[in-house]
């Protein structure tokens, strides 16, 4: 039902920034909340930022501060904004959306991911 599509990962130097973006694109859903999950090797699975349908965000407490997440400039894209980058924010950053399908059913789905790299 839901299509996200990333972008904005690389290779940054440990303090410099990266801007990762996420749309959402389908029919018959109605979007809750987006946001990013990341993986790395050796870590537990993180949500990373949060952002609802009502405009209330929830960060972990890892990237406070340091990140920012925003809807885009349409209904069905946010933006993250990661600033002073550190070497433990390397992972695999996966958008995800969370939403009611045409069945009024809440559903959860994720992007194919975005690599970022973050070098010492």
């Known amino acids: 039902q839901v299509q996200l599509v990333e972008s904005g990962g690389g290779l940054v130097q440990a303090g410099g920034s990266l801007t990762l973006s996420c749309t959402a694109s389908?029919?018959?859903?109605?979007?809750?909340?987006m946001g990013w999950d990341r993986r790395a090797p050796g870590k537990p699975h993180e949500s990373v930022a949060t952002?609802?349908?009502?405009?209330?965000?929830n960060y972990t407490d890892a990237v406070k501060g340091r990140f920012t997440i925003t809807s885009g400039s349409t209904k069905n894209a946010v933006r993250l904004q990661m600033d002073s980058l550190k070497p433990e924010d390397t992972a695999i950053y996966f958008c995800y959306a969370h939403y009611l399908d045409a069945q009024s059913r809440e559903n959860n789905h994720w992007g194919r991911g975005t690599q970022v790299t973050v070098s010492s």
């Open positions: 952002i609802t349908a009502d405009g209330n965000t």
């Open positions: 389908g029919s018959g859903f109605d979007l809750l909340s």
